[in-house]
């Protein structure tokens, strides 16, 4: 009995030494988090790898709906309202789940994530968007499954699905000019240097009002007159120079020229110098 007991004792002493070695996952998880304007997006999910493997049309079948990924839900969350597809979609975690087909793909955002695979009885009332998109074929092969954001803008990214040869996109469009409208409205109240400098600056980059941009740079200059900042001084020639003030925008790229030379920039010091010479050539 003595015996039997202490054979137990050692195999129950070598089976938790053995429980305790943490091996690789074949289909280890990532975590994306990404500032899209104003807006997180974040994206969880598993990255099964093809191993020899065809994959659309045999592993993961045409035509059949696909949790995206592997293991849980390949989930994105987002901290505003977003909208894809045209329609809006809240605040808050959807899995991911796709119908793939040889030339498009069927991409959803569905409002239940806590499914490890696909849903045992799908629930057309949690589909928050529903798109259509094409197939890419890419001119190299991705061993590893991969879900990305790319081109990114102010008001949007490309959520990219990517594994073997194929690529497709979905756009996802964020709330960047509603949130700064709102944001330069309540802080224009009593607004400082850099309140102006940044409402100017947007509405250069954005594609705004370039008339209200100047009035605001130049405020922003003139508030700070006794000690103007040279890349201050490099969004006011751009923002003049755009406004078709053309011997304003040069007098303020001489300004920040001057100070950029002076704080040794070696970037905005040729940057002023090619702006100038465009400038005076006009």
Request: charged content about 25%; hydrophobic content about 40%; proline content about 4%.
């Amino acid at each position: 009995m003595k015996k039997l007991l202490m054979i137990a004792l050692v195999f129950t002493a070598s089976f938790t030494v053995n429980a305790q070695i943490e091996t690789p996952q074949p289909s280890p998880s990532a975590k994306v988090e990404q500032k899209v304007g104003l807006t997180d997006l974040t994206l969880e999910y598993s990255r099964p790898g093809m191993r020899g493997r065809t994959i659309f049309g045999d592993l993961v079948p045409y035509g059949k709906l696909w949790r995206t990924g592997a293991n849980q839900n390949s989930m994105i969350t987002f901290s505003d309202n977003v909208t894809i597809g045209g329609k809006e979609v809240k605040a808050g975690s959807y899995a991911i789940f796709t119908t793939p087909n040889e030339k498009s793909w069927d991409v959803v955002f569905y409002a239940n994530t806590d499914n490890w695979g696909t849903p045992a009885k799908w629930d057309e009332s949690l589909v928050a968007a529903k798109v259509t998109v094409d197939v890419m074929e890419m001119p190299m092969k991705m061993e590893t499954f991969t879900i990305l954001f790319d081109d990114l803008t102010n008001d949007s990214a490309m959520l990219g699905i990517l594994w073997e040869s194929t690529f497709v996109g979905v756009k996802i469009e964020v709330p960047t000019a509603k949130k700064m409208d709102a944001s330069i409205s309540k802080v224009m109240n009593g607004p400082g240097v850099s309140d102006y400098y940044g409402a100017a600056r947007y509405n250069l980059e954005s594609g705004g009002d370039i008339k209200q941009a100047v009035t605001w740079i130049d405020k922003a200059i003139d508030m700070s007159k006794d000690d103007p900042k040279f890349w201050m001084l490099r969004q006011q020639s751009l923002i003049h120079a755009k406004a078709g003030n053309t011997k304003m925008a040069i007098k303020a790229a001489k300004a920040s020229l001057a100070g950029a030379e002076k704080a040794g920039n070696a970037d905005y010091v040729k940057m002023n110098k090619d702006s100038i010479k465009t400038w005076e050539e006009m």
